[in-house]
């Protein structure tokens, strides 16, 4: 019996009344969860402290977090229940990427990846300034017309 490997991507708030250090240990944790149960982490994206929509439990703030990660479909579970374990993370969601997700991620990437080589080649020139009309124009002399 094998277990396939997914493509999943999750997003949580931590807390942000913690220090640095507490929020990556928090991080830490949740990534320990995904490689000691046969997951690779795939990047990790810190988007910050932000202002929550609303409140959570009292709390206005949170710093946001998002990980893309392969897994097998077993690991998911173990992922909830220590989100919903660890008292330092307001809120979570975790969804599986379909191929279509993923194809058009790739060919994002890609267009990306080409663009910044065209920018390497051709460097954009700032065009030279357009002639201005000066804004105030000297009134004609009219007594000596």
Do not use: C
């Not at 191929?99 to 065209?118: F, I, N, Y």
């Not at 065009?127 to 000297?138: D, G, K, N, S, Y």
Request: aromatic content about 6%.
């Amino acid at each position: 019996m094998s277990t396939s490997m997914h493509t999943y991507e999750t997003t949580f708030i931590v807390n942000a009344s913690l220090d640095d250090a507490q929020i990556d240990a928090v991080i830490g944790r949740v990534q320990d969860t995904i490689t000691k149960n046969g997951g690779a982490i795939g990047a990790v994206n810190k988007w910050g402290r932000k202002r929550l929509a609303y409140a959570i439990n009292k709390r206005t703030n949170g710093f946001y977090v998002n990980l893309e990660f392969t897994a097998p479909g077993t690991v998911m579970a173990l992922l909830e229940r220590s989100y919903q374990l660890d008292e330092m993370v307001l809120r979570h969601l975790t969804i599986a990427l379909d191929r279509k997700a993923l194809a058009a991620r790739s060919a994002a990437a890609a267009a990306a990846a080409v663009a910044a080589a065209a920018a390497e080649i051709m460097p954009d020139e700032k065009p030279a300034a357009p002639a201005r009309e000066p804004l105030f124009t000297e009134p004609a002399d009219t007594k000596n017309a």
